[in-house]
């Protein structure tokens, strides 16, 4: 799998994750896909994404 796909399938998860949470558990969860959202708009920026540092770990290219 590219890197890309994989960031965008994490990435969507989190924030379907955190809006369920939001809904079915307390408020307080949206908290995740917000910073779900500030991660992607930074790292357009600064091409620094903190999960490529994972997958650099775990040697996916």
Sequence with gaps: MKREFIIRIVAGSMVLIGISLAYFVTIEWLLLPAFVGLNLIQSSFTKFCPL????DKMEIK
């Design 52 to 55: 490529e540092v994972v997958l």
